[in-house]
């Protein structure tokens, strides 16, 4: 039905800068909008940022400043910039889209199988 791949994780210095990128495909009607989560070892899943369609975004407190979310709506792609990256920000880092399918009235929750990000001297 709907597929989410995120790329771009990896292995980066204290300070430095990665990009993830997540495209959704399928059957897709319409998305309302699309995030980002993460997930460190013995931690619950928490919020990292979320853009509308319309570009409205909002951010964890712990990444303003730092990460930007963009999105290209055409593409059915989101992208996290972040940067200044520290060691707490290690994770799972997890895309996450309100999508209606083409044969559906109603949006729900979909969600990639995530990529990890590794910050680390």
């Known amino acids: 039905q709907v597929q989410l791949v995120e790329s771009g994780g990896g292995l980066v210095q204290p300070g430095g800068s990665l990009r993830l990128s997540c495209v959704a495909s399928?059957?897709?009607?319409?998305?309302?909008?699309m995030g980002w989560y993460r997930q460190s070892p013995g931690k619950g899943r928490e919020f990292v940022a979320r853009i509308t369609t319309i570009g409205s975004t909002n951010y964890d407190d712990s990444v303003k400043g730092r990460f930007t979310i963009s999105g290209d709506n055409a593409k059915n792609t989101v992208y996290l910039q972040m940067n200044s990256l520290k060691p707490e920000d290690t994770a799972v880092y997890y895309c996450?889209?309100?999508?209606?399918?083409?044969?559906?009235?109603?949006?729900?929750?979909?969600w990639g199988q995530g990529t990890q990000v590794t910050v680390s001297s």
């Open positions: 996450n889209a309100g999508i209606r399918l083409a044969y559906r009235n109603s949006y729900r929750d979909y």
């Open positions: 399928g059957s897709i009607g319409s998305i309302n909008a």
